[in-house]
């Protein structure tokens, strides 16, 4: 199913739509995975699957200095091996996992509550 968020958005690092194909982020359309923070535009993240989910790629959004992570694992939520998630409880930064779809919609709330927030979308 395809979302287009209709109303404003809080900012210019906002999720303005998406499917299970793709982001998109200030109306910018991406098809592969990506990291979007509250303090930069979205960038590759290099996670095509979920099997690639691991602790070197988790530790990508730490650069971003977020408070919290979210973590949406494509189409289905699936939680992330432990040792995938130590870097972000190694750096005592907040984060919840959640499939793609629902990481999109809780990111655009934390952005809109003015959080210190980064997500890092797989999209298969």
């Not at 982001?23 to 095509?48: D, F, I, K, M, T």
């Not at 699957?49 to 200095?65: G, H, K, W, Y």
Request: net charge negative; proline share 6%; charged share 20%.
């Amino acid at each position: 199913m395809a979302m287009k968020f209709q109303r404003e958005a809080s900012s210019e690092f906002a999720i303005t739509g998406y499917t299970a194909e793709s982001v998109s982020v200030a109306g910018v359309e991406h098809r592969q995975s990506l990291l979007v923070s509250h303090q930069s535009v979205a960038a590759p993240w290099p996670v095509a699957s979920f099997a690639e989910i691991t602790a070197s790629t988790v530790a990508a959004a730490i650069q971003v200095q977020p408070e919290i992570v979210i973590i949406g694992t494509g189409k289905k939520l699936r939680f992330p091996p432990p040792d995938a998630l130590r870097p972000l409880r190694d750096a005592s930064i907040g984060f919840e996992v959640m499939d793609t779809a629902a990481a999109c919609r809780t990111y655009n709330v934390l952005l809109g509550e003015g959080r210190q927030v980064a997500a890092l979308l797989l999209i298969e």
